[in-house]
């Protein structure tokens, strides 16, 4: 079945370094892969969405790669701030012609000042 | 900026009660959403709906479960007799066209709490 893993423990950095943030998928190909940040009881906000045939999308301070190959992506925050402090979500979508989204856990980031 | 809203923002009923959340999409876009977050799990997909019927839905979605765009504003889920399991945060989404790979905007969601 398909599997989609980020990393289940917090990823504590300080305040304006890189954080890099891990999506894994098994037995998906996904047509694109999108990344959306979620506050404690809020809804999930969208980011960055990249697709298939592309390796890298960038928007201000973030950066997301997608490897096809090894099945993953990274999501990349630079000059963190303590703002960014929240959970980070990958989903995969529309692979195989459905086009179901499938979300991950998340990974919760705590930028320390 | 426009927002998708649901309502209510908090709703407690007992179980085996129907129960109506209800969402307002963003007014010029064609395509929504039902997901479901249980408590400390992962936003789960429960059904799109696009030109005014369901375009995918997934195995939650069974026949307790419905959607309905009554009028040319709300979009709303129904389900018929909740169980205690159906409790968790409902978010609807919305997205600009007709092209699914177009930014989804959620809303802030209705927590529902089955007793």
């Known amino acids: 079945s398909q599997k989609i893993e980020q990393n289940s423990e917090a990823l504590n950095i300080q305040e304006g370094k890189t954080a890099t943030l891990t999506c894994n998928y098994t037995?998906?190909?996904?047509?694109?892969l999108q990344w959306y940040r979620q506050d404690p009881g809020r809804g999930p906000v969208f980011l960055l969405l990249?697709?298939?045939?592309?390796k890298e999308k960038r928007k201000e301070r973030l950066k997301v790669t997608f490897d096809t190959t090894l099945k993953q992506s990274l999501f990349h925050i630079t000059a963190s701030q303590p703002a960014d402090s929240a959970t980070y979500l990958c989903?995969?979508?529309?692979?195989?012609?459905?086009?179901?989204?499938?979300f991950g856990r998340g990974t919760s980031l705590i930028v320390h000042p | 900026e426009p927002e998708v809203t649901q309502t209510p923002s908090h709703q407690v009923t007992q179980m085996g009660q129907e129960v109506i959340l209800r969402c307002v999409p963003i007014?010029?876009?064609?395509?929504f959403y039902w997901y479901r977050q249980i408590l400390g799990q992962k936003v789960e997909f429960l059904v799109s709906?696009?030109?005014?019927?369901?375009?995918?839905k997934s195995e939650i979605f069974d026949d307790q479960f419905s959607v309905e765009r009554p009028d040319g504003s709300n979009f709303t889920l129904k389900i018929r007799s909740t169980k205690l399991e159906d409790s968790a945060m409902y978010f609807c989404?919305?997205?600009?066209?007709?092209?699914?790979?177009?930014?989804?905007?959620f809303g802030p969601g209705t927590r529902l709490t089955v007793l």
């Open positions: 989903a995969l979508e529309g692979g195989g012609g459905s086009y179901i989204p499938t």
């Open positions: 037995n998906y190909s996904p047509a694109y």
């Open positions: 990249i697709r298939e045939n592309e």
């Open positions: 007014s010029n876009h064609l395509y």
């Open positions: 709906f696009y030109n005014n019927e369901i375009s995918e």
């Open positions: 989404a919305s997205v600009k066209g007709s092209d699914r790979s177009n930014e989804q905007f």
